[in-house]
């Protein structure tokens, strides 16, 4: 079935130092999307990138979908401890309604202050 | 606007018991979702609703019913639980708006099967 691998599933830095999660997908997408979830919270909806090569920014985090719109990576530059959660990237599930979405296995990042 | 609500927060059940899953929203979307979280297996859909009246099967559908009741809510339950059912459960919901699709979550049920 439809599969969006993500990596790494953990990562463990020392505030200040930069973190990147892939996302890779053996389709074409139509879209990707991120979450972030914080420890014992619920995912939160952080942004949708669409164009090929498109590259958005927040503060921060630098996300980027890639040309062929197969994979997808956040970078978190300076990592502070807010930054400490799991970070999922989502596609449209194929064969589904609209608003279906195939999540990653999400990569949990820890943050040493 | 409360968003999306689920209750309880937290369930213990024995094997074989019963229990509904209870998820409502005020923001007047018309899909919803209900998923199972299990460490390293990130998030996976158990049913969804695409409308009111409409429910349809996600990737785990084993062992669980759903009833969308009206357009705010939409339930989950389980018939006869079993420990490998014990995961937190979110309920979400969908918006398509100026381009962006979006997913809204609630806070979560965490279930434990004994």
């Known amino acids: 079935g439809q599969q969006v691998m993500q990596i790494p599933q953990y990562q463990h830095v020392q505030e200040g130092e930069d973190f990147t999660t892939y996302c890779n997908s053996s389709?074409?997408?139509?879209?990707i999307q991120w979450y972030k979830q914080r420890p014992g919270g619920h995912p939160v909806f952080l942004i949708q990138?669409?164009?090929?090569?498109e590259v958005k920014k927040q503060k921060r985090l630098t996300f980027q979908f890639g040309e062929a719109k197969k994979n997808s990576s956040l970078h978190i530059t300076a990592t502070q401890t807010t930054d400490v959660g799991t970070y999922f990237c989502a596609a449209p599930a194929y064969g589904g309604s609209q608003g279906n979405l195939i999540f990653g296995k999400g990569t949990k990042l820890s943050v040493k202050p | 606007n409360a968003g999306v609500t689920q209750t309880p927060k937290f369930q213990v059940l024995k094997t074989g018991q019963s229990m509904t899953l209870q998820c409502a929203q005020d923001?007047?979307?018309?899909?919803m979702y209900w998923y199972r979280q299990d460490p390293g297996m990130g998030l996976r859909l158990i049913y969804y609703?695409?409308?009111?009246?409409?429910?349809d099967k996600g990737e785990v559908p084993n062992g669980y019913n759903v009833s969308r009741l009206n357009k705010r809510e939409f339930s989950l339950r389980l018939e006869s639980a079993a420990p490998s059912q014990t995961s937190v459960y979110f309920c979400?919901?969908?918006?398509?708006?100026?381009?962006?699709?979006?997913?809204?979550f609630g806070p979560g049920t965490r279930l434990t099967v004994l």
């Open positions: 979400a919901t969908y918006r398509f708006a100026g381009g962006v699709n979006e997913q809204f």
């Open positions: 389709t074409t997408l139509s879209n």
């Open positions: 990138l669409v164009k090929s090569g």
């Open positions: 923001m007047n979307h018309n899909s």
């Open positions: 609703s695409a409308s009111e009246g409409t429910t």
